[in-house]
């Protein structure tokens, strides 16, 4: 993200605006060589010329070079002579079929987030989404088809699976043994921390449709002896199973606003053995409001895709740990694609 300020003598220029306005550009030619199949023709360490890559996507040789030369400067090709590559970002996380894929992600962003964004002045003046029709039986993803919500969950898979990881190095879960995953899509919370931590066991709680998701995952990953499922819907029942020491809220409670975050974590309080913890693990923003980017523009994203949705700080979410009966909260931060810390309330 470029600074639009500067505390030096250096004139300004409007260089940092020509960058923000033009973002859009990275994401799109990112957006289009996945749709064409640029990274899965180049899988495998195959190494291709621009004449040789214009016959295998069918397109001419003019957007051919000038794809594979915007790619490159996104540092998602390399070249050597006239011959481009997948640079290993690229080939590890674009190539379809990959376990950690990435580009559900960026595909399920160009069929239904961008299109949404192009009306983000009306979605504020009217404070609504604009990627469904609150007021109705549908619900956020009611509408989605269902290719587009296979890539959802494949995407969410992927940036969970990295943020479980960093998440494993900040706090000990060899203090609990049973988890609870409120919320947890595919798995990949339960998985990768199960796979870490020999004694935890763990239950994924989220939509019946989505548990059979899960229960896919659990099983490619043989952790059907560590990880099962569970269906419900946190939001509108009563309360949350009980009998576990630890309960996961992951990248959950910017969906909603604070009275329905606040009535949750009231909902794992209750749920929780004695001496239990919640975690809340999100892309958190900075006590003063103004950062980081990655926080404060998701909290502009749950504008067109939720009805109250928000990016809280540590400070808001401790506030509501302690007022809630939780009698201890730490902060741990760390850096993810998914999160950038957790904050951990603690019973005792």
């Not at 239950?203 to 659990?218: E, G, M, S």
């Not at 975690?279 to 926080?295: F, K, Q, S, V």
């Not at 540590?314 to 740990?321: D, G, Q, V």
């Amino acid at each position: 993200m470029p600074e639009l300020s500067t505390t030096d003598t250096t004139p300004l220029t409007p260089t940092p605006l020509m960058e923000l306005a033009t973002g859009f550009w990275s994401f799109k030619t990112y957006a289009g060589a996945l749709d064409l199949g640029l990274f899965d023709l180049l899988a495998g360490g195959r190494e291709l010329t621009m004449e040789e890559v214009s016959a295998g996507l069918g397109i001419a040789a003019r957007p051919a070079d000038l794809l594979l030369a915007g790619c490159a400067s996104l540092g998602l090709l390399d070249k050597d002579g006239f011959r481009y590559r997948n640079t290993p970002l690229s080939e590890e996380f674009l190539v379809e079929g990959r376990p950690c894929y990435f580009g559900g992600f960026v595909r399920y962003l160009d069929r239904r987030e961008y299109p949404a964004w192009q009306s983000i002045a009306e979605v504020m003046r009217e404070n609504r989404p604009s990627t469904w029709a609150p007021g109705t039986q549908e619900s956020l993803f009611d509408t989605v088809d269902p290719e587009t919500l296979r890539l959802f969950w494949d995407c969410m898979y992927s940036i969970s699976t990295f943020t479980a990881r960093a998440l494993a190095q900040v706090h000990d879960f060899t203090r609990h043994s049973r988890l609870l995953d409120v919320g947890g899509g595919a798995g990949a919370f339960p998985i990768e921390l199960c796979r870490r931590f020999s004694r935890l066991s763990a239950t994924v709680f989220d939509l019946p449709p989505v548990c059979d998701l899960a229960r896919k995952k659990i099983a490619e990953a043989r952790l059907e002896s560590s990880v099962d499922t569970l269906g419900g819907d946190f939001h509108r029942d009563a309360g949350l199973p009980g009998g576990y020491d630890a309960i996961l809220l992951s990248m959950i409670l910017h969906d909603w606003d604070e009275e329905t975050g606040r009535a949750l974590l009231r909902k794992c309080r209750a749920a929780l053995a004695p001496g239990g913890s919640v975690l809340i693990c999100e892309l958190l923003l900075n006590d003063e409001r103004t950062g980081p980017p990655a926080a404060a523009l998701m909290g502009m994203n749950m504008l067109v895709e939720t009805e109250g949705g928000k990016n809280y700080s540590a400070a808001e979410y401790s506030t509501w740990l302690r007022e809630e009966g939780f009698a201890r909260v730490e902060v741990l931060p760390f850096e993810a694609a998914g999160a950038n810390g957790v904050v951990v309330g603690h019973l005792d």
